[in-house]
């Protein structure tokens, strides 16, 4: 019985999801580093403007808008799998994939 109890646990544990990170992406320069990234779903996205100027991380599919003023963060949290293009609405040649899977 207790074999069988500890090959129970061993297979939940095994069958278990990663645990959800944050991946960080700092917003220099005019530019996101890094700009292609890849996520799971349930991982969040934090964006750090480290310019002196206002930008943002705006969801080509309208999905999410998130305004970033100087020397501060946003975040958000991915929910499906998916393939995201964003980019800055203040600066459009600024852009952004993140590639989210299961």
Not at 17 to 31: G, K, L, M, T
Request: charged share 20%; net charge positive.
């Amino acid at each position: 019985m207790r074999f069988l109890t500890l090959s129970i646990l061993a297979s939940l544990a095994a069958a278990s999801p990663a645990a959800a990170e944050v991946i960080r992406v700092d917003i220099s320069n005019i530019a996101f580093s890094p700009a292609k990234i890849s996520a799971h779903v349930g991982d969040t996205i934090e964006w750090n403007n480290k310019d002196f100027v206002a930008h943002s991380a705006t969801a080509k599919s309208g999905e999410w808008d998130i305004n970033l003023p100087p020397h501060n963060t946003g975040k958000v949290v991915l929910k499906k799998a998916q393939h995201i293009d964003y980019y800055c609405k203040y600066h459009p040649t600024m852009k952004g994939k993140i590639d989210v899977s299961r």
